[in-house]
């Protein structure tokens, strides 16, 4: 992989919806890293949020950036449908991309892109954020000393989302996925606190959404080959506390974690401010996106790293479908 050593990164992000201004708002606090051009559905929404984060270059189209000589690379945040063949278009295009969560929502493109990746040599990677968030890293460094070891992790992700809507609450051009995007996270974090594959998986859904047509409730048990099981519980019909909660039951001890903050089974909180240089998973997701180019290394989340939950979810799919 190309070091970019001490010269300014620059880079372009495409999909300036909720996700893109966490990276925008990330980025701000990463030194030598410059947002070039900014790329979105909406021209004038974009426009407006560029002239907010003083990005020069704007477009509807991803061509438009990667045809921009300076840009080093770029950051795509958008729809799960469009994120394999962007990838793929950014790696072409010899630039280095770092895709949001999920890297595909097939097995056959996620495995094009991670070919695509070894034969460029280009610094590729996935937003899968838990394994940065301050919460899940101070539990990976206790397994990682040998003071803890995972016996169950039981997650629950619950959103209440009859409609078509984002984070921000505003409609979106697409559909959210249960299993492709959400279980994403935690299929990927389980195989990597575990330090260990996933040898077994089950998955069953409720009902079809007649309009979204997508199920809007889902239930996976997996099995790590340590022997540690995971139990995930995911719903688009929560009408409570929305997000994802996970309870990391041990041979030491207990934790909670929900998002960037950490309790342990009495619910006392577990202070994660030193675990790393800031407490925004977004931000520190970023910063390793960026060093590991510097660096000329493969990241943490790197696509060939993560690849291996997109298999497991390719099977639940089957399973499910069969």
């Avoid at 997650?155 to 994403?184: C, E, K, M």
């Avoid at 998986?201 to 199920?215: D, E, K, M």
């Amino acid at each position: 992989m190309n070091a970019t050593n001490n010269k300014t990164i620059k880079v372009a992000l495409v999909g300036a919806g909720a996700f893109g201004i966490k990276h925008l708002d990330g980025i701000k606090n990463i030194d030598g890293v410059e947002v070039v051009s900014l790329i979105s559905r909406e021209r004038e929404a974009t426009q407006a949020i560029a002239a907010q984060y003083g990005i020069a270059h704007v477009s509807t189209e991803l061509d438009d950036a990667l045809a921009l000589p300076e840009v080093d690379a770029v950051i795509l945040c958008t729809p799960t449908q469009m994120h394999a063949s962007q990838a793929i278009a950014c790696l072409k295009a010899g630039k280095h991309v770092q895709v949001e969560i999920p890297l595909a929502d097939s097995w056959k493109d996620a495995e094009e892109v991670v070919y695509l990746q070894k034969e460029k040599g280009l610094v590729a990677m996935c937003g899968h954020t838990r394994r940065f968030n301050p919460s899940h890293q101070f539990v990976h460094k206790k397994i990682e000393g040998g003071e803890f070891n995972i016996q169950q992790m039981d997650v629950q992700t619950y959103f209440f989302r009859r409609s078509n809507i984002n984070a921000l609450g505003q409609p979106r051009s697409w559909t959210d996925h249960l299993l492709w995007h959400h279980a994403a996270h935690t299929v990927d974090l389980f195989a990597y606190q575990c330090g260990s594959p996933i040898v077994q998986a089950n998955a069953i859904q409720g009902p079809i959404h007649p309009t979204l047509g997508i199920a809007m409730d889902m239930s996976i048990q997996l099995k790590a080959a340590n022997g540690a099981i995971c139990t995930l519980s995911l719903s688009f019909n929560n009408d409570g506390p929305l997000g994802t909660f996970f309870r990391y039951i041990g041979d030491t001890a207990t934790y909670i974690a929900r998002y960037d903050d950490l309790f342990n089974g009495k619910e006392e909180q577990i202070d994660v401010s030193k675990v790393d240089v800031s407490m925004n998973g977004i931000e520190l997701q970023d910063r390793e996106f960026f060093a590991a180019i510097r660096e000329g290394r493969e990241p943490n989340a790197s696509v060939a790293s993560v690849l291996p939950c997109y298999k497991v979810l390719h099977q639940l799919e089957q399973q499910l479908n069969a």
